[in-house]
């Protein structure tokens, strides 16, 4: 069983070796801003959770950053994949 899954496994790591540039480098940085946009929304959650004053907007907004951080790094992901696809390469 471990064997097939590492069969699995070394299929989608050829096909992502196979994609495009484009693809690859929409891929990458989506990854990237969704790590960038995560880490805000973090900072910005514990800023809130830490130093008085802040009101309760600043919570509101920490969740909203994150969770929009996830549609974005979805988004990425899944563009980067429809064009590689339509492209001719999938």
């Known amino acids: 069983m471990q064997s097939n899954n590492f069969k699995k496994i070394e299929k989608i790591t050829e096909k992502f070796n ?3 540039r484009l693809s690859r480098l929409i891929i990458k940085y989506g990854t990237q801003a969704f790590m960038l946009m995560f880490f805000l929304g973090i ?3 514990l800023l809130y959770k830490t130093i008085p004053g802040f009101n309760d907007y600043t919570f509101y907004l920490g969740t909203q950053i994150i969770k929009i951080s ?5 988004q990425a992901v899944i563009g980067g994949l429809l064009i590689d696809f339509f492209a001719g390469n999938g």
């Open 18 to 20: 196979k994609m495009n």
């Open 70 to 74: 996830f549609s974005v790094f979805a």
């Open 43 to 45: 900072l910005t959650i």
